[in-house]
């Protein structure tokens, strides 16, 4: 069995070379490591090997393991579905939100992130392939969505991300990954918009070439998720 380091130097081989292929400096893409259904003593070991950025989907796990981690400099980021009554804990303890999919989730996390507190770092998620399985707004609502968030009190808007279909074939996710990009590029004047957030372990490679600045990795990283 592969260990948590050996995977992790493999994983950030596979980020350099895809960003070899494509001609971008690995500083431009920040690995996120999904921790969801991960024992707080993984997360350890690899905070240990470098790792910052970890990246919960269910909020009473996340703040369990926020608790058992408070010693540690780390960045939370929140990639689940968000239910509207729990957008304060998550503007109270998170770093970042990539799954905002209503304009009322925004503002709610707006008016309930804690003064002296920085910006909470929000991004719009985008059903890209009109999927039923899965939340995000449709590619045509996002420059209004882009508008209605970019003003808000305690939030940075600072991009998109998206889940393309997990059936479609590597030109199929390449295709989706490219509207993203377009869809990215699209929206201007907002000067923290830098980030486009997608890619996992099985599509990395194609993310990168897509133009991803944050790559969301968990199995690749942590090895299959135990059930919960
Ligand atoms: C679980 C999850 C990931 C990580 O997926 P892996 O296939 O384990 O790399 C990334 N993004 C989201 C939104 C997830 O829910």
Request: net charge neutral; proline share 4%; charged share 20%.
């Amino acid at each position: 069995m592969l260990t948590l380091e050996d995977n992790f130097k493999k994983l950030r081989t596979r980020i350099e070379n895809a960003c070899n292929s494509a001609s971008i400096s690995p500083n431009n893409v920040q690995l996120i490591a999904v921790s969801k259904r991960h024992s707080v003593d993984k997360i350890k070991a690899l905070y240990a090997l470098g790792q910052r950025h970890f990246a919960e989907n269910y909020l009473q796990e996340a703040l369990e393991k926020q608790a058992q981690t408070r010693d540690l400099a780390i960045h939370w980021h929140f990639i689940g579905h968000i239910q509207k009554n729990k957008t304060r804990a998550l503007a109270e303890h998170f770093d970042w939100v990539h799954s905002v999919d209503r304009i009322q989730l925004a503002t709610r996390l707006s008016e309930q992130r804690p003064v002296g507190m920085p910006a909470l770092n929000i991004c719009l998620q985008v059903n890209i392939d009109n999927e039923e399985s899965k939340s995000g707004f449709a590619a045509e609502q996002v420059p209004d969505a882009f508008e209605q968030t970019k003003g808000l009190a305690g939030l940075s808007l600072r991009g998109l991300m998206a889940i393309p279909s997990a059936s479609a074939t590597p030109q199929q996710q390449l295709a989706s990954m490219l509207k993203m990009q377009t869809l990215f590029n699209s929206l201007n004047g907002v000067a923290s918009f830098d980030t486009l957030s997608m890619g996992m372990s099985r599509d990395l490679e194609i993310a990168i070439q897509a133009g991803a600045t944050m790559l969301r990795v968990g199995e690749a990283l942590f090895g299959p998720r135990p059930n919960s």
